[in-house]
């Protein structure tokens, strides 16, 4: 296992990185996850059970609470052959206050790789400083790259290329709208962020995103509104999020009154393209960032996302952990986006 990898060849483009945000990739490295997934999940699907990492462990470390991320890497690590070690709340690596780097190098010992929910992104940044095994970001703060590899997924299956594709994403400037701009930037998909006035993502991170766009020349328009009616209007994704986050609970009650006319409902909804599909990463709060109506409707996507956590996570351990990606993902990728690494 190497680190650092200065590989040119796409099939290992991926070997020995970390995974801490979506800028992290580039277009091809993004469509190359994609297609892996969609790869592992049909041949999963058709019995083919085949166990690349055998013989290796993943560390995952939750410092956040965590229901589908905890199943969907233990299950998925469990499924490439890969022994799961899970460290969550009191029993984290990290729930005794050792230091970052000590923790790093003592789990570079003993796994292949490390994941980690915490807070600060900082902290995860810290950890693959010193691991010498790839890190992945479960959710920080600031992003939560894995869950928005499986939305895109999941927006693929339902309604193909998402270059052609608009999202709007209703609710708090948070860890998700944050990941959906980087994701667009990555895509080509258009990103319309809506949040109340004070909720907004961070400038600073909006122009990252738009510089990243422009960099790539993916042709995403990623934009920032406060009208939901407005942001809704045609698009091919309805996404939401709750409104407090994990570790801002103390703002729940001003929270549900900034957050008045940003539900989303079946009539906003009727806005939406045609064969819109609603999408939420869970926990979900019926009654306040979204209706139970929405939740269980035909167009809800919500359980096929949920799914789709183990794939893209599967594929992107299995790619991290130094897994070649096959011939024709990486054609697929080349197709997206040319040969410039
Ligand atoms: N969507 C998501 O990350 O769910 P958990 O918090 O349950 O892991
Ligand atoms: N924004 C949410 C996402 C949960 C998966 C949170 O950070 O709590």
Known sequence: MFKRNEAIDL???????????????TPQEVA??????????AAWKSGIHESPLTGTSVAIILEKPSFRTRSSFEIGAARLGAHPLVMADDHSAFSRGEPVKDTACILSRFCECIVLRTFEQSKVEELAQWADVPVINALTDDYHPCQVLADLLTIQEHLGDVRNLTMAYVGDGNNMSNTYLEAGALTGMNVKVCTPAGYEVSAALFDECVAAAQKYGTGAELTQLHDPLEVVKGANIVVTDTWTSMGSEAEHDARLKAFGGFQVTDELMKHAAKDAIFMHCLPAHRGEEVTDEVMGAPYSAIYDEAENRLHAQKAVMSLVMGVPASDAACEYARSLWGDVL
């Open 11 to 25: 099939n290992t483009v991926l070997a020995g990185r970390d995974l801490l945000r979506l800028l992290d990739l």
């Open 32 to 41: 190359l996850i994609l297609k892996t997934a969609a790869e592992q999940k």
